[in-house]
């Protein structure tokens, strides 16, 4: 399951290519991410540990990993599936797929509490369900009389217009999330003021804002931190260059960030290794090459670590490791001189552990590298 959920990493990536800037911290996590997210939600529903999950418990699931969907939307989206239930990729693919279906949105991403606050979502649920059937649908042709009898004005081609846009299965029935989409383009209410200066952050996440909702109408880290949002929801959200001077290192860390091109974002190799972090995630951090390597040595970082964490024999001489150092690594002998060989075919003479120590260090003074 485990090397599974890595495959389906890049399933739930936007793009499925390597991270760029600005994109959320969580996207660019490795499958540590995904574990801590859905694999937990899979197994919990995979009772049996068969590997596939009850198609009966898919809604159950879906609403465990904060997807909300009405019952015409769940209809729609498990129309589709294998009778057999769905594998780890086939969940991954379905959640991907559904993320933008949430019922609070309509075609074209439309926030609904950017219209209506909580207490006129109330009101207008409770209108719907008193006229709908058991299914929980109202039939397009019903709609007139509904709005009149509510003395919501609205003419009859408008109404039927925005009715057509707003169904767009074109079943002829609309079910709650689409009608309180109708009543937001039918009576052309006006957004409300949110936003950085005209409401509090925390009055909003309190209705339920989700946090990149939140980010969309112009709150930034600082005052998502103010209403108390943990870094894991920070790192949803926000880059790891737009945490990089608010969230501490080890915060960020702690909240199951792998550095990934960290060195990209202005992260110095100082801080990882204050950090406590391995040098295999120092090198994904995108500090891999020889003067990163000299400065690793220079900081007390053993030959050893080095070896575990990734870096090449040669490498390792270069930066300045004495031979007895990379013996007690565990490099044998014959691989030290086969180095010293390959070293010299590259019009690299040979020197001793003094001199190959004043070439990395030069690197280091040179200021190719921050330190």
């Not at 009850?54 to 609403?63: D, F, H, I």
């Not at 969907?69 to 129309?79: E, I, M, N, V, Y």
């Not at 031979?323 to 040979?350: D, I, N, P, Y």
């Amino acid at each position: 399951l485990l090397l599974e959920c890595a495959r389906c990493f890049d399933m739930l990536s936007p793009t499925g290519k390597t991270p760029k800037e600005g994109r959320p911290l969580a996207a660019e996590q490795t499958e540590a991410a995904m574990q801590r997210r859905f694999v937990p939600i899979f197994r919990h529903f995979d009772s049996e540990n068969t590997g596939r999950m009850r198609c009966s418990q898919l809604q159950a699931a879906l609403e465990q990993a904060g997807i909300g969907l009405t019952p015409k939307q769940f209809k729609k989206a498990a129309s589709d599936l294998d009778e057999d239930g769905l594998s780890f990729a086939d969940f991954c693919t379905l959640v991907r797929k559904l993320m933008g279906w949430d019922k609070s949105k309509g075609r074209g991403g439309r926030n609904l509490r950017m219209y209506l606050a909580p207490d006129q979502v109330a009101a207008f649920t409770q209108l719907f369900r008193e006229r709908a059937g058991p299914d929980g649908l109202i039939a397009h042709d019903q709609f007139a009389s509904f709005f009149a009898q509510h003395k919501m004005i609205v003419s009859d081609e408008k109404l039927q217009a925005t009715i057509a846009e707003v169904d767009d299965d074109n079943c002829g029935f609309l079910d709650e999330g689409e009608f309180l989409i109708l009543v937001t383009k039918a009576m052309a209410l006006k957004k409300r003021k949110v936003g950085p200066g005209q409401c509090s952050l925390k009055h909003l996440k309190e209705e339920g804002w989700a946090p990149l909702e939140l980010k969309r109408v112009g709150y930034e880290c600082k005052h998502f931190m103010e209403a108390g949002f943990s870094t894991a929801e920070l790192a949803e959200v926000f880059s790891a260059r737009e945490l990089r001077h608010v969230v501490p290192l080890g915060d960020l860390l702690a909240s199951g960030w792998n550095c990934l091109h960290a060195r990209d974002v202005g992260f110095e190799l100082h801080e990882l290794v204050k950090a406590g972090c391995s040098v295999e995630r120092i090198r994904e951090a995108g500090f891999d090459d020889l003067p990163s390597a000299a400065v690793l040595r220079r900081m007390g970082v053993t030959a050893e670590q080095m070896k575990r964490g990734g870096w090449p024999l040669s490498e390792l001489r270069l930066a300045g490791f004495g031979s007895a150092e990379l013996r007690c690594a565990g490099f044998s002998v014959s691989a030290l001189m086969l180095t010293h060989q390959a070293l010299e075919k590259r019009g690299l003479q040979r020197k001793d552990t003094r001199a190959f120590r004043l070439e990395a260090d030069a690197l280091f003074l040179a200021g190719k590298i921050p330190f």
